[in-house]
């Protein structure tokens, strides 16, 4: 919270956002950016005030207070888009569950829920398929409980995931028979793991020498 206050402060006296960004560090997100936009839009100013426990280990501590303005609505509505934004955006594949299956228009490629089945870069995304065709096969997917394989280009939304322009590459067979082959494919993987850190070191002994 002292942190997007100052960051609004900030943007008071400079008109640029770079507070917001240099805060994140210490706690600005999307979501207090979003909390303290509701409370500052279309008001003649908000009051905020942190009191602290007095049973707590902190009750030393005084409590805090915070003002915004109606006028603040405009940065802090500013800094959330930037926030949302995703500056690592990239093409990935997952295999994972299908759910969430929406088709808003009639002849839109749709959109549904993937929980990812192995480790990646997200365990849930939502998909926005390029081709409508495809929509059908995720349909069926979710329908037998199979496994899917989308790519798509990973963006973040606020805390939502998403695969833009997504394509169905396959289905992976039963959902509980895929996630039982990944977890015995992991195990076999640590076991190797483990076994390669505990083999002895050798030592290079000098020519002549042996070892013992």
Same mark, same amino acid.
């Not at 003649?44 to 707590?56: F, K, L, P, Q």
């Not at 109606?70 to 888009?81: H, I, K, N, Q, Y």
């Not at 569950?97 to 997200?122: C, M, Q, Y």
């Given at each position: 919270?002292?942190?997007? #206050? ?11 956002? #770079?507070? =917001?960004?240099?805060? @994140? ?9 979003? !909390?303290?936009?509701? $409370?500052?839009?279309?008001? /003649? ?16 501590? &005084?409590?805090?207070?915070?003002? =915004? ?22 093409? @990935?594949? $997952?295999?994972? %569950?299908?759910?969430?299956? !929406?088709?808003? /228009?009639?002849?839109? +490629?749709? @959109? =549904?829920? @993937? ?5 990646? +870069? ?5 998909? %926005?398929?390029? /081709?409508?065709? *495809? ?11 199979? !496994? ?20 169905? $590459?396959?289905? #992976?067979?039963?959902? *509980? *028979?895929?996630?039982? %082959? ?6 076999? &993987?640590?076991?190797?793991? =483990?076994?390669?850190?505990? &083999?002895?070191?050798? %030592? &290079?002994? +000098? ?6």
């Amino acid at each position: 919270m002292e942190a997007t #206050a100052e960051a609004v402060e900030h943007y008071r006296n400079s008109g640029s956002l #770079a507070g =917001f960004e240099d805060g @994140v560090s210490r706690g600005i997100s999307y979501e207090m950016t979003q !909390a303290l936009l509701g $409370i500052a839009a279309n008001s /003649d100013g908000a009051d905020i005030t942190v009191e602290w426990d007095s049973s707590s280990p902190t009750e030393h501590l &005084q409590p805090v207070h915070f003002e =915004f303005r109606g006028s603040d609505a405009e940065p802090l509505s500013r800094a959330a888009v930037r926030l949302a934004e995703d500056k690592s955006s990239r093409m @990935v594949t $997952i295999i994972g %569950r299908v759910h969430l299956l !929406a088709k808003k /228009d009639v002849g839109s +490629p749709g @959109v =549904f829920g @993937v929980e990812a089945l192995t480790s990646g +870069p997200v365990k849930k995304v939502r998909v %926005r398929l390029a /081709d409508e065709e *495809d929509y059908h096969e995720a349909i069926r997917a979710h329908e037998e409980d199979l !496994a899917l394989q989308v790519t798509g280009r990973l963006e973040k939304e606020g805390n939502l995931s998403w695969l833009y322009n997504a394509t169905v $590459i396959r289905t #992976a067979g039963h959902v *509980d *028979d895929y996630a039982l %082959r990944v977890r015995s494919v992991e195990a076999t &993987q640590q076991l190797n793991l =483990f076994a390669r850190e505990e &083999q002895p070191e050798h %030592r &290079q002994l +000098p020519s002549g020498q042996a070892d013992g």
